[in-house]
């Protein structure tokens, strides 16, 4: 309903961006005949700038993948150029206000704001393809006679589907075999709403096979990891029903060799504990309300360390309250492009990286994949190695 209400306004935008180009195509040659270029300039404008919709709308196909990301594509340089156009218009009421000014301003500060929005969007492309590992040595001080350290992997936000293929997956699976793991865990949001939208799931299946953990795979459920449809950020199917997986997302997780955790835990060779929260907004199929902090630890021996698995990095303080040792999460992409990696502080108490709560460490990854474009602007896509030392 709101991307309704929306719409008016984006329409609006665009109208105005594709009028300030050919003002500045106007500045560029006044003898040039740019009159005869805005109609076919201006279709394939409205092309890129309707093609999300027109992905959304088209029937299962390679077309609908295609133009899938061609309109997610466009979203994301639509971002950087609303962060350029309005910053030159300043620029320009300014030099108006001071009287200097001119064609020539006008033309060098278009040109500058061009090359910006190319710039941040190509960097943009590039940047979230490259997955970085970033590390990080906790203790707990409780005594594990069976182990004195544990070797942790957290991922998260893999959005496998439109943008997210084989061959990301691929260079995450190396990434995550090369820290020689004892436990690699998958903090959510492994799908991206459609399970539909997976080029080649057996291919993805026989990719997440070959990670090698000592003891295994875990993961739990995100905000996407349902079946529910998308456009632009924007869900859609009414809220008559509760949203759950598609089933197809929980076999496909069986097959792949990675275990389910929802509002339930394993004791770990006897030594530690791990435990899967359901989504906090979207806690899934069977699931009513998630079990609170305190719940989850008290069938809990709390003499041995305990790691949760939660998407969303949230109850912070009752956490730790509540006895839990090590909160892994994900979900926020640490804003994933700017100025996103700007405001997320602001909502999240730990929106990426570290924090130590009383005596519990929390770590947020920003995530291997991304939603909406494909692009990261100052942040990074990761995978998080996790050294745990006992007393």
Same mark, same amino acid.
């Given at each position: 309903?709101?991307?309704?209400?929306?719409?008016?306004?984006?329409?609006?935008?665009?109208?105005?961006?594709?009028?300030?180009?050919f003002?500045?195509?106007?500045l560029?040659?006044?003898?040039?005949?740019?009159?005869?270029?805005?109609?076919?300039?201006?279709?394939?404008?409205?092309?890129?700038?309707?093609?999300? @919709?027109?992905?959304?709308?088209?029937? %299962?196909?390679?077309? *609908?993948?295609? #133009?899938? $990301?061609? =309109?997610?594509?466009? &979203?994301?340089?639509?971002?950087?150029?609303?962060?350029?156009v309005?910053?030159?218009?300043?620029?320009? @009421?300014?030099?108006?206000?001071?009287? %200097?000014?001119?064609? *020539?301003?006008? #033309?060098? $500060?278009? =040109?500058?704001?061009? &090359?910006?929005?190319?710039?941040?969007?190509?960097?943009?492309?590039?940047?979230?393809?490259?997955?970085h590992?970033?590390?990080?040595?906790?203790?707990?001080?409780?005594?594990?006679?069976?182990?004195?350290?544990?070797?942790?992997?957290?991922?998260?936000?893999?959005?496998?589907g439109?943008?997210?293929?084989?061959?990301?997956?691929?260079q995450?699976?190396?990434?995550?075999?090369?820290?020689?793991?004892?436990?690699?865990?998958?903090?959510?949001?492994?799908?991206?709403?459609?399970?539909?939208?997976?080029?080649?799931?057996?291919?993805?299946?026989?990719?997440?096979?070959?990670?090698?953990?000592?003891?295994?795979?875990y993961?739990?459920?995100?905000?996407?990891d349902?079946?529910?449809?998308?456009?632009?950020?924007f869900?859609?199917?009414?809220?008559?029903?509760?949203?759950?997986?598609?089933?197809?997302?929980?076999?496909?997780?069986?097959?792949?060799?990675?275990?389910?955790?929802?509002?339930?835990?394993?004791?770990?060779?006897?030594s530690?504990?791990?435990?899967?929260?359901?989504?906090?907004?979207?806690?899934?199929?069977?699931?009513?309300?998630?079990?609170?902090p305190?719940?989850?630890?008290?069938?809990?021996?709390?003499?041995?360390?305990?790691?949760?698995?939660?998407?969303?990095?949230?109850?912070?303080?009752?956490?730790?309250?509540?006895?839990?040792?090590?909160?892994?999460?994900?979900?926020?992409?640490?804003?994933?492009?700017?100025?996103?990696?700007?405001?997320?502080?602001?909502i999240?108490?730990?929106?990426?990286?570290?924090?130590?709560?009383?005596?519990?460490?929390?770590?947020?990854?920003?995530?291997?994949?991304?939603?909406?474009?494909?692009?990261?602007?100052?942040?990074?896509?990761?995978?998080?190695?996790?050294?745990?030392?006992?007393?």
């Amino acid at each position: 309903m709101i991307a309704i209400f929306l719409a008016p306004l984006y329409i609006l935008v665009n109208i105005y961006l594709i009028w300030r180009f050919f003002r500045w195509l106007g500045l560029c040659h006044e003898k040039l005949k740019w009159k005869r270029v805005r109609i076919p300039t201006a279709i394939v404008y409205a092309f890129f700038a309707v093609s999300v @919709l027109i992905g959304f709308l088209y029937p %299962k196909s390679q077309s *609908k993948r295609n #133009l899938t $990301l061609i =309109g997610n594509y466009s &979203l994301g340089i639509l971002l950087h150029t609303l962060l350029v156009v309005p910053s030159a218009e300043i620029v320009l @009421l300014l030099l108006k206000h001071s009287r %200097k000014k001119s064609r *020539k301003s006008a #033309l060098l $500060l278009g =040109g500058t704001g061009i &090359l910006l929005i190319a710039g941040m969007s190509t960097w943009g492309m590039v940047n979230a393809r490259i997955i970085h590992t970033i590390n990080y040595t906790i203790h707990v001080a409780k005594e594990v006679p069976a182990m004195k350290s544990l070797q942790i992997v957290l991922i998260a936000d893999l959005h496998m589907g439109y943008n997210i293929g084989s061959s990301h997956i691929r260079q995450m699976v190396a990434n995550i075999n090369t820290e020689h793991p004892d436990l690699v865990v998958i903090a959510g949001d492994i799908f991206d709403n459609e399970y539909e939208a997976l080029e080649n799931p057996e291919e993805l299946i026989s990719l997440l096979r070959g990670i090698h953990s000592r003891y295994g795979v875990y993961a739990c459920y995100g905000n996407h990891d349902i079946n529910e449809k998308i456009l632009a950020g924007f869900t859609f199917g009414g809220k008559s029903s509760k949203k759950v997986s598609d089933i197809r997302m929980d076999e496909f997780l069986k097959k792949a060799n990675i275990q389910l955790l929802q509002d339930d835990y394993v004791l770990i060779d006897d030594s530690f504990y791990l435990y899967g929260r359901p989504d906090y907004e979207r806690p899934g199929r069977g699931i009513t309300t998630r079990k609170t902090p305190q719940e989850l630890t008290s069938v809990m021996d709390l003499s041995k360390p305990v790691i949760v698995l939660d998407h969303e990095p949230r109850e912070l303080q009752e956490l730790a309250d509540a006895g839990v040792d090590v909160d892994l999460c994900g979900h926020t992409h640490d804003g994933q492009t700017f100025p996103g990696n700007l405001t997320t502080h602001l909502i999240w108490e730990n929106s990426a990286g570290y924090l130590k709560k009383g005596q519990m460490h929390n770590i947020v990854t920003s995530g291997v994949g991304v939603f909406g474009p494909f692009m990261r602007v100052g942040t990074k896509a990761e995978i998080c190695s996790i050294a745990i030392t006992f007393e």
